[in-house]
């Protein structure tokens, strides 16, 4: 059973462009929610979707944006890229009624902005 | 989410158990300690969570004090493999998916 499947794995961007990453949750999972994690950090929490629309932001300027689909993947759209938006992109799900246990991440896109 | 305070770096002999502590000073009642680690290049993974008694399973055991102001993370045989960056997590289980908050974690180096 495959778990969580991101892509691209890595990425390069100039300043100012807009990037597109995209998820697919371990199946059976319906919630999916995004982490950015820069270098020597821990992740920082993005936003979370369930039923194609955002329950929950962090503290993300309007920049960054998302998307569900029907199939619960997901993608997260950055514009108007920074440098500091350069680190690795990560995805979780889970199951919407989640056990402690059931946060499944996957291996991230690593987004270099240059 | 009640603050998580961890050592930058620890280092462990290849065999021995590697115990990493976490402060958790405020955290309230019906919070509970979560560790996951994040091997390089990897995704963080869940290890294990607990709310005031000892826990263990397969990959470690969870030591919480009386007081639940801090707790210990203990791998009884590291290996090679466990070398990652291990983060301690307080939070309330509500029982739906929600945020996880991050700290910078331990990073544990273990070695020959």
């Known amino acids: 059973d495959a778990g969580v499947t991101q892509s691209p794995t890595h990425l390069i961007k100039t300043r100012g462009q807009q990037v597109t990453l995209r998820c697919s949750p371990k199946?059976?999972?319906?919630?999916v929610s995004w982490y950015q994690q820069a270098l020597g950090q821990g992740p920082q929490f993005i936003f979370q979707?369930?039923?194609?629309?955002?329950?929950q932001r962090g503290n993300f300027p309007d920049r960054f944006s998302g998307h569900q689909f029907p199939n619960y993947s997901s993608e997260l759209n950055v514009n108007a890229l920074l440098l500091g938006d350069s680190a690795l992109y990560l995805c979780a799900s889970s199951p919407r009624r989640v056990t402690p246990y059931g946060y499944t991440f996957g291996s991230g896109t690593r987004l270099t902005v240059v | 989410d009640a603050k998580t305070t961890q050592p930058t770096s620890m280092d462990c002999a290849e065999g021995r158990a590697a115990n990493l502590p976490c402060n958790h000073s405020t955290i309230s009642g019906n919070e509970y300690v979560y560790w996951y680690r994040q091997i390089h290049s990897q995704g963080p993974q869940y290890i294990i969570h607990?709310?005031?008694n000892n826990e263990t399973n397969e990959m470690a055991s969870l030591i919480i004090t009386e007081d639940r102001k801090s707790s210990t993370l203990i791998l009884p045989h590291a290996t090679l493999r466990d070398t990652a960056v291990y983060y301690c997590?307080?939070?309330?289980?509500?029982?739906?998916?929600?945020?996880?908050?991050f700290g910078t974690g331990t990073r544990l180096q273990v070695t020959l």
């Open positions: 607990g709310l005031k």
């Open positions: 199946s059976g999972h319906d919630t």
């Open positions: 979707y369930y039923e194609e629309e955002e329950r």
């Open positions: 997590i307080v939070r309330a289980y509500t029982g739906t998916a929600s945020k996880l908050t």
